[in-house]
């Protein structure tokens, strides 16, 4: 026989209601009543139905819509941050916008920088709309994003670009990128794999760059490791002399990195892609096409950020988590012009 929400209340001495705010997290609710409840369910040995939940959650959804209609996507403008290149992506708002009706919200951007638009400004803008749900876009080095007061909403990121406060978060996950980059260039005959991206991109990623190909070169004999290159500059161009120095000291004949700038100085070496060297994009986009490279899956990205900040909503969670979930995407891999086939070189 199933436990009812009245029978709870009974042995609890509180209302069907009090019951109900305390299963949805409901800050309405004192520790005290919150723990004698808790005690109550656990005796009574109760289990929700999960049909009825999702029924009662698509029903408070409705009631709310008026006041949660937006999930807003925090940008950063910074015109002088070298991680304004176009190099580096963004998770376009469109994929975003996508998953986010599916959900019943509309998802728009705010722009931090833009128009003296700063943190204190937009929490408050956002409150004012009623707008609970945000997906903060880390995208300048000046982390903006940082300041704002997450207290009262559904948030999540993109990416690893915000370390602290720590939220939920969707990103690729790189470190199985690689290892898929490596195996690819392995098996096309390439000896001598290197990896060149900025210090940037691999913090983003909390290492999983360099990390992955540290693992991957322990299978490798001595004489076929090439040490990573961490571009010392965000502003990649700026880095042509290391890149020739690294270059001219390891001679790898095959490489995972941008596809901005590097190809130019290949050819300001007289190397020839694919003759000479392999080249593999860290981050292709199907603008790149020609390029064998890692596709990241944005859209993919997209939705799982978005189910983190809907899923909060219907739960009625809000502020920075004791525990932050990750969504990974994994990667994956196009074939291209700028390498070997398989079948040989």
């Known amino acids: 026989m199933s436990v ?75 015109p002088r941050d070298a991680l304004h290149n176009t190099a580096y992506q963004y998770v376009p708002i469109e994929d975003i916008r996508r998953r986010a009706s599916q959900h019943g919200y509309h998802a728009e951007e705010f722009w931090l920088g833009k128009d ?45 670009g915000l370390t602290s406060p720590s939220l939920h978060r969707a990103a690729g996950n790189m470190n199985l990128g690689i290892q898929i980059a490596v195996k690819e260039l392995l098996a096309r005959g390439y000896q001598r794999i290197g990896l060149a991206v900025t210090q940037w991109v691999d913090h983003r990623a909390e290492g999983s760059y360099s990390g992955a190909m540290l693992h991957v070169q322990q299978t490798m004999p001595d004489d076929q490791r090439v040490p990573v290159l961490l571009f010392p500059h965000n502003d990649f161009s700026r880095c042509r002399a290391d890149f020739a120095g690294w270059m001219k000291k390891h001679r790898p004949d095959a490489l995972i990195t941008f596809d901005q700038h590097v190809p130019d100085w290949l050819q300001q070496m007289n190397l020839r892609i694919p003759e000479d060297i392999g080249l593999v994009v860290h981050d292709w986009t199907p603008a790149m096409k020609g390029y064998a490279g890692l596709y990241q899956r944005r859209d993919h990205v997209a939705a799982a950020g978005v189910d983190l900040v809907a899923t909060q909503l219907l739960q009625n969670e809000s502020g920075i988590p004791e525990v932050p979930r990750q969504i990974l995407i994994p990667p994956q891999w196009i074939e291209g012009n700028s390498v070997h086939p398989r079948d040989g070189r």
């Not at 009090?18 to 004698?36: D, L």
């Not at 289990?47 to 006041?67: E, I, N």
């Not at 997906?135 to 007061?149: E, N």
């Open 4 to 78: 009812t929400l009245q029978q709870i209340a009974q042995a609890a001495g509180v209302s069907a209601m009090t019951v109900s705010r305390v299963m949805h997290q409901s800050p309405r609710v004192s520790v005290e009543t919150r723990e004698r409840v808790q005690q109550a369910i656990e005796k009574l040995g109760y289990q929700p139905d999960p049909h009825l939940a999702r029924m009662m959650t698509m029903v408070r959804g409705r009631k709310k819509s008026r006041v949660r209609a937006v999930i807003a996507v925090i940008r950063e403008v910074a």
């Open 116 to 160: 003296r638009l700063d943190p204190t400004r937009l929490v408050s803008i956002l409150q004012a709309r009623g707008i609970e749900g945000i997906i903060v876009s880390p995208q300048a080095s000046q982390m903006l994003c940082a300041q704002l007061d997450y207290t009262s909403f559904a948030a999540a990121t993109f990416g690893f």
